[in-house]
């Protein structure tokens, strides 16, 4: 989840410092040894001491590199590099979108093949998750979503979990049936990281015991609404409430989180909230300046930008 310390980080992300005493006013849910013992812990992560009872977050405690490219093309990025990789390809599914143009895409899709999977092998480190954004199955592309979970498997990724995104109340009646759900597919890399406490041996032994596994069990369901059409700059954009729950579970702080097809850039904006590193490839370059734009407002420093020359 959205933890005490990433949410006094996002307050005073951009403040010059700010007190306990301010902190406490953020969290009021929270107890007042539990604000500052998360600040205390972070010291040096997220935070720094800048004198007594003052502090400031952390600069460069998260970063962001946003390269314009082609995200099937993983060639420079070095083997067992990626901590995630977090990402919802623009999957080609012409009859799905069929009912109503607004649901054409507006940019270039395709179908993954296996190769698409022996990249993302390559480049993500052992144990480590893969989340890959899907389409509510349907008769026309069913054989494809199986597809996608045999091109993975082929490639030494193991079936983690697969959970529904439910989309509040919004209901598309597009197709046979009205859906308001996609999938959020979750495989790890050969047998998943440990990054579940195990509450039996930690009490058992006194240590804490992690077990093979996402941080925490995994909900039936995601519910979070989409974005409001009126806010958002990209057609397929993901909530970052969304994407900030979803990587709460994947990952620790400070890790490396790869998106292949950036789109909005909502997966950078959710790693970047939560001190997670993120690498964000799109192809478009009227979205990867959008990306740009985005994350200049939240970052207090200027976004990395490499276009393809
Ligand atoms: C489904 S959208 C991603 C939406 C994104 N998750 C968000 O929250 O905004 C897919 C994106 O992939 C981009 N794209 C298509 N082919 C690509 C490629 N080969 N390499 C990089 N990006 C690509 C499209 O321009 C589109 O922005």
């Known amino acids: 989840m959205y933890g005490v310390a990433e949410r006094i980080y996002a307050c005073f992300r951009q403040a010059e410092h700010f007190t306990l005493k301010e902190a406490y006013a953020t969290q009021e849910d929270t107890p007042r040894e539990s604000v500052r013992a998360r600040i205390y812990e972070n010291l040096g992560i997220r935070f720094e001491r800048i004198a007594k009872g003052l502090y400031k ?110 989309k509040g109340a919004f209901v598309s009646n597009t197709g046979r049936k009205s859906k308001n759900t996609q999938d959020i597919m979750i495989f790890s890399k050969g047998p998943a990281r440990k990054l579940r406490i195990d509450k039996k041996q930690t009490a058992k032994n006194g240590i804490l015991t992690y077990m093979r596994g996402t941080n925490g069990m995994l909900p039936t369901m995601f519910d979070v609404p989409p974005v409001n059409p009126r806010n958002k700059i990209h057609q397929s954009e993901l909530p970052v409430a969304l994407c900030e729950s979803i990587i709460s579970f994947v990952t620790l702080t400070g890790e490396i989180i790869l998106d292949t097809f950036a789109g909005s850039g909502a997966v950078g904006e959710a790693a970047l909230n939560l001190c997670r590193n993120a690498i964000l490839i799109e192809n478009a370059k009227n979205s990867v300046i959008k990306i740009c734009n985005r994350l200049r407002s939240i970052l207090a420093f200027e976004p990395c930008f490499e276009a393809e020359s």
């Open 57 to 166: 977050t952390k600069d460069g405690a998260a970063s962001c590199i946003v390269i314009e490219g082609d995200g099937r093309d993983l060639s420079m990025i070095a083997d067992a590099s990626i901590d995630c990789i977090f990402t919802d390809h623009p999957w080609l599914d012409i009859k799905s979108n069929r009912g109503g143009n607004r649901f054409f895409s507006r940019y270039d899709c395709f179908q993954y093949t296996s190769d698409d999977f022996k990249e993302k092998a390559r480049v993500l480190k052992d144990g480590c998750f893969l989340v890959e954004v899907l389409p509510a199955e349907n008769e026309s592309n069913y054989e494809y979503l199986y597809a996608i979970k045999q091109y993975a498997k082929q490639n030494g990724f193991e079936y983690y979990a697969k959970v529904a995104w439910k």
